[in-house]
């Protein structure tokens, strides 16, 4: 898997200080509304809820250092995690080393006290020692909290550098791209208090070599009890292997209680993603969404495909760009009408945004959010290759519409294949007869002839004689 290496450079070392009971953690490279910052500086002040704060950000860093598919698998320091500040307060965000989870950390304003919050986005270090500190930490007495340099290394420069080196997979970045899509499609399944959060979750298996292999469960909900079946059924949670939600464990203490959230499913659907979601004192919210399969990350799913394949997706996303301002929920409708674009386009647009890391979605709000990776791969179609299979296509005019609903897609290569958009599906949806299709029939995005379907202008040459072809070939 193409990787690149990530270069985190702090002025100092993220610390907890026990006499004055203070965390410091230390920035790398970020984005404000100012540009571009070595060491952007975004808060100065105290966690109103000490021990679940610590607690839930020590999970997202375990989260960040974990490989839930092969545990035993050894490798060089972790990603460190990625803090978004806008709208008074405060995101932390990791995926694992198998890119299969996505943890994050809401710290919303009431979780936050003494000290404004600035905008923009960066690491921030979480070292092992910082790890062993934030473990051993008991009570409720207040707990200091800076993010970013302190205010004489701002002023002077001064600061010794630390350096971090670690690698960098596309999948990784690709997963932020494709989580925000992906539980755009969620809706609120489950809820549960805090004492069912804690019965259940204390049955499921911890993360270890002996069971990474373990496969999905069903989770329903009945009288306030959670309980795991082996078959989906309506209102019904996927849980992919369910020692992925070890991390959890860490705020137990501190729960509040437990949401639940997914796609719709029937009797009859596949493995599927989920977010499990805790809820603690002061708003704050930990929140570890699951891929459908404990060995296949989010940034297999290809659902980004569709909306990135739109005629006017780029300049629709330059122009959302601007109207961005690290807004911890984005009104959909009304950046909208900002920008002059209907509210599927905008939506779209935001899709595109989502690769390069700059939006984000929560699904207990509904809402998407603005954050700007430290990190942009502006490489859409080096990431996702079936639309880059699919513009070659078109380009060779490889497009051939049939009627309404069915078109002929010729690939470079030669082989032709036919594609049918039956009423009522999604775009992704549309049958092919190419291998692609037969293996996963819609569940990870459209194969690139569909794809070429959709980017093809409408006038594409029409002929209704051309004879059928059902060869199945690999289209991805």
């Not at 230390?26 to 808060?43: I, V």
């Not at 860093?61 to 709208?87: F, I, K, Q, W």
């Not at 290809?302 to 997706?313: C, K, N, R, S």
């Not at 309404?404 to 294949?417: I, N, Q, S």
Request: charged residues 20%; aromatic residues 6%.
């Amino acid at each position: 898997m193409p990787s690149a290496t990530a270069t985190y450079a702090y002025r100092d070392s993220s610390a907890f200080d026990a006499a004055v009971r203070a965390l410091a953690l230390q920035t790398s490279g970020g984005r404000t509304p100012a540009g571009d910052a070595a060491h952007p500086r975004f808060f100065d002040g105290n966690l109103t809820e000490p021990g679940a704060s610590a607690a839930a950000l020590l999970a997202v860093a375990d989260v960040a250092a974990a490989r839930y598919y092969d545990p035993r698998r050894t490798g060089s320091a972790s990603l460190d995690p990625v803090v978004t500040a806008g709208g008074g307060g405060l995101r932390f965000e990791s995926f694992s080393g198998c890119c299969g989870v996505h943890a994050r950390l809401d710290v919303p304003p009431a979780g936050l006290d003494g000290g404004d919050v600035g905008r923009g986005t960066t690491n921030v270090d979480v070292n092992l020692p910082l790890r062993d500190a934030l473990g051993r930490l008991t009570g409720g007495e207040p707990l200091g909290l800076t993010v970013g340099p302190d205010a004489l290394a701002v002023r002077t420069g001064g600061g010794r550098i630390v350096e971090k080196k670690v690698p960098l997979p596309d999948r990784w970045i690709r997963g932020f791209a494709e989580t925000p899509l992906l539980t755009s499609r969620f809706d609120l399944r489950a809820e549960v208090t805090a004492a069912e959060t804690l019965r259940f979750l204390r049955t499921l298996p911890r993360a270890g070599a002996g069971n990474a292999a373990r496969g999905a469960e069903w989770v329903v909900a009945h009288g306030g009890r959670l309980r795991s079946t082996s078959r989906p059924a309506p209102g019904a949670v996927c849980l992919p292997g369910p020692q992925r939600l070890t991390a959890l464990r860490r705020v137990l203490r501190h729960a509040r209680g437990l949401r639940l959230y997914g796609p719709p499913v029937t009797a009859r659907s596949g493995t599927q993603a989920a977010a499990w979601e805790i809820s603690l004192a002061a708003g704050l919210r930990l929140t570890l969404t699951l891929s459908p399969e404990t060995g296949r990350g989010f940034s297999g799913e290809g659902a980004v495909l569709d909306d990135l394949a739109g005629p006017d997706v780029e300049a629709d996303a330059e122009l959302l760009s601007v109207l961005l301002a690290w807004d911890s929920q984005i009104d959909t409708a009304g950046l909208a009408a900002e920008a002059g674009l209907t509210v599927e386009r905008t939506r779209a647009a935001l899709t595109r945004l989502g690769v390069d890391g700059r939006v984000g979605y929560d699904a207990a709000t509904a809402a998407y959010f603005h954050r700007e990776l430290p990190f942009v791969p502006g490489r859409a179609e080096d990431h996702n290759p079936r639309l880059r299979t699919a513009r070659a296509i078109v380009a060779a005019g490889g497009v051939r519409r049939l009627g309404p609903g069915l078109a002929e897609v010729t690939t470079t290569d030669g082989r032709t294949h036919r594609v049918r958009a039956d009423a009522g599906t999604t775009r992704a949806a549309s049958a092919c007869t190419c291998q692609w299709w037969a293996e996963h029939r819609g569940r990870r995005g459209p194969c690139s002839h569909a794809l070429a379907v959709r980017i093809a202008p409408d006038d594409s040459v029409t002929g209704a004689n051309t004879p059928d072809n059902t060869e199945a070939g690999h289209g991805r």
